[in-house]
């Protein structure tokens, strides 16, 4: 087979896989230098579109496949290939056709940046010959072109950016009306806006905070951008905040309220429209409402680990009400605000927002569980149910499957106490099948196994370790500006200490015989944190009814090396006969504190009131 009639079975290939309502028109006799044809693509009724691309199809007898069958190898005049980079304003498809096989491949030229770079070099190399390299996968097919649209579609958006640099601005401006010159701007601020948004998220994504916090820096205080990408900057800052900082941190409250509060101010000083209205407010009201469930969960394990101390649980259930009140406020307005953001056209303040608030009201779900409040939780989980699956169905309708894994976390985190609890997560593995993203339904499946194995079977509704406990406390003491961490600041010395005292094991695992009790006589800081051991230490033998005490157990218990006799070990405890200590597998909880507290109730206050 000769080189025409490869050519003319290239042609016949290349006609025949091309869909029915697709026009070749041969250009071969024009003056297009090199360009076999054009392409136009009708409607399936035979109607014109005037979508046109030129193509450019080069036969083989047999085409040369590299990369383990990835790629083709095909080499084209540099003269040629120039002439399509640098002149042609419309699309130009090689199309590769082997002949032998009956097989067209295609590959997009001018948005081919690696392809335009080695043409630099081969014109610099004087070269007469270049190669393209083509996918084995971009085969052209009458019934699957959808492939080859997007790549048309592509490289025409890409020669209208390009076109854009070609354009002499300063003189058709000073040919231009007043109104074309405005125009002309908005119409830079609507480029603009879509760049930058493109290079946030981008950003984002590959997670190159550092640049991107760059680029924010500079769009938010800028006057000349438009107010929506400022908003948006801010958003994306909170993002960062968020992946960097952590969600329950307090480093990401303080950064996220600071970047909250600028965002309002900037919505409140420019005209926006009701959709960015609700989405700030949403934002804030949510921040706050975070804040505020989490102080009352804390408030609501302070009543639960205080026991059946009387004064402290006097206090701690004072606390709590008041923070409840505040909590139940909050949440009717928040529930207002979301319900706005679902009615308004655009759903994404609902989906950007609702995940991470369901995440804190479900704490608060599981607390209502708790306290029995049988019909503020049937309200709550009936609003959450709604709302989740509303999500579900937006998440599943745009194919966004991490947006669908947000809420389906949201759903299967509302079950995980209920008698369906294995049910539900069964549910939530099949739910996933349909992603494409194998790696992230992966992820989540692990999720789903780890949560199963940590919640079936497992009847205690209060578990916490002493450890666990600690954290709590020491969280909340640094919420409220409580630096135990600083030997200067005086309240902080105070929490440090009852922090350090909190779990008495060390004196309690001596001797059977031997208390530890709190007295009741509580400053400021130990009430506003909740800690009960921030106070004066009572030690009790009940076998003699020894009895001793201090503000530090430690020394109040070993005593000052220096100090013969000093400390209640030393004066009781050393030469006893009836010292029976604790067994080695033996562990201090607050439960069993609270147990001791009520078994000693009368011994308490007595000893309490000297």
């Given at each position: 087979m000769n080189a025409k009639e490869i050519g003319r079975r290239a042609g016949r290939v290349f006609e025949f896989c091309l869909p029915d309502n697709w026009i070749f028109r041969s250009q071969e006799d024009q003056e297009d230098y090199g360009i076999d044809g054009e392409v136009e693509i009708n409607t399936s009724q035979d109607k014109a579109t005037g979508f046109?691309?030129?193509?450019?199809?080069?036969g083989q007898k047999e085409v040369n496949i590299i990369d383990g069958g990835k790629r083709i190898s095909f080499s084209i005049s540099l003269e040629r290939l120039q002439y399509y980079m640098s002149n042609i304003e419309i699309a130009v498809i090689l199309f590769v056709v082997d002949v032998t096989n009956g097989l067209v491949y295609w590959h997009s030229l001018q948005d081919d940046e690696k392809l335009r770079i080695s043409m630099k070099e081969a014109l610099t190399k004087k070269q007469d010959t270049i190669t393209v390299h083509l996918k084995t996968t971009h085969v052209l097919k009458r019934d699957n072109?959808?492939?080859?649209?997007?790549?048309?579609?592509?490289?025409?958006?890409?020669?209208?950016?390009?076109?854009?640099?070609?354009?002499?601005?300063?003189?058709?401006?000073?040919?231009?009306t007043d109104e074309k010159v405005q125009d002309w701007l908005e119409q830079s601020k609507d480029q603009s806006y879509y760049a930058y948004m493109e290079q946030f998220e981008r950003l984002y994504l590959k997670k190159e905070h550092e640049k991107l916090l760059q680029l924010i820096h500079l769009v938010f205080p800028s006057k000349t951008e438009k107010i929506e990408l400022r908003f948006y900057?801010?958003?994306?800052a909170e993002k960062v905040c968020e992946q960097d900082l952590g969600l329950g941190s307090e480093e990401y409250y303080r950064a996220s309220f600071e970047i909250f509060k600028q965002l309002l101010g900037l919505v409140r000083t420019s005209k926006f429209s009701k959709y960015y209205q609700i989405y700030i407010l949403l934002l804030c009201r949510s921040w706050i409402l975070r804040q505020q469930i989490n102080i009352d969960y804390h408030h609501f394990m302070s009543v639960k680990m205080v026991g059946n101390d009387p004064l402290m649980g006097l206090i701690a259930q004072s606390v709590q009400r008041q923070s409840s009140l505040n909590v139940s406020i909050n949440l009717l307005k928040t529930i207002r605000l979301v319900n706005h953001s679902i009615d308004q056209k655009d759903p994404n303040i609902f989906l950007d927002t609702f995940p991470k608030l369901a995440t804190s009201i479900i704490l608060l779900v599981h607390k209502l569980r708790d306290e029995g409040q049988k019909e503020a939780?049937?309200?709550?989980?009936?609003?959450?149910?709604?709302?989740?699956?509303?999500?579900?169905?937006?998440?599943?309708?745009?194919?966004?499957?991490?947006?669908?894994?947000?809420f389906l976390n949201v759903s299967v985190s509302l079950k995980v106490h209920s008698k369906d609890q294995v049910n539900y997560i069964a549910v939530a593995r099949q739910m996933i099948e349909w992603f494409q993203k194998k790696d992230l339904q992966e992820f989540f499946l692990d999720y789903l196994d780890k949560l199963e194995e940590k919640y079936i079977n497992d009847n205690q509704e209060y578990n916490l370790s002493p450890d666990e406990e600690l954290d709590f406390y020491k969280k909340h003491a640094k919420k409220l500006g409580f630096d135990f961490d600083d030997p200067n600041d005086?309240?902080?010395?105070?929490?440090?200490?009852?922090?350090?005292?909190?779990?008495?094991?060390?004196?309690?695992?001596?001797?059977?015989?031997?208390?530890?009790?709190?007295?009741s006589a509580l400053g400021v800081p130990a009430k506003?944190?909740?800690?009960?051991?921030?106070t004066m230490k009572i030690i009790h033998c009940l076998e003699y009814k020894y009895t001793g005490g201090g503000w530090?157990?430690?020394?109040?218990?070993?005593?000052?090396?220096?100090?013969?006799?000093?400390?209640?070990?030393?004066?009781?405890?050393?030469d006893c006969e009836k010292c029976k200590p604790r067994k080695d597998d033996w562990k201090w909880n607050s439960r069993w504190q609270a147990e001791m507290y009520k078994e000693n109730m009368e011994l308490f206050r007595k000893l309490d009131s000297w």
């Open positions: 046109i691309f030129k193509a450019q199809i080069k072109i959808n492939e080859l649209l997007e790549a048309i579609n592509i490289n025409l958006d890409w020669l209208r950016l390009n076109g854009l640099k070609k354009i002499n601005y300063s003189e058709i401006f000073k040919k231009s900057a801010g958003l994306y939780l049937e309200a709550l989980d009936e609003w959450l149910s709604y709302c989740t699956d509303l999500g579900l169905k937006l998440a599943l309708n745009s194919e966004q499957e991490e947006l669908f894994i947000l005086e309240f902080g010395r105070i929490i440090k200490q009852g922090l350090d005292d909190y779990n008495p094991e060390r004196v309690l695992k001596d001797c059977e015989n031997l208390l530890v009790f709190n007295s506003m944190v909740g800690l009960p051991s921030a530090g157990l430690d020394i109040a218990y070993q005593g000052f090396g220096d100090i013969p006799d000093s400390g209640f070990k030393n004066r009781h405890c050393l």
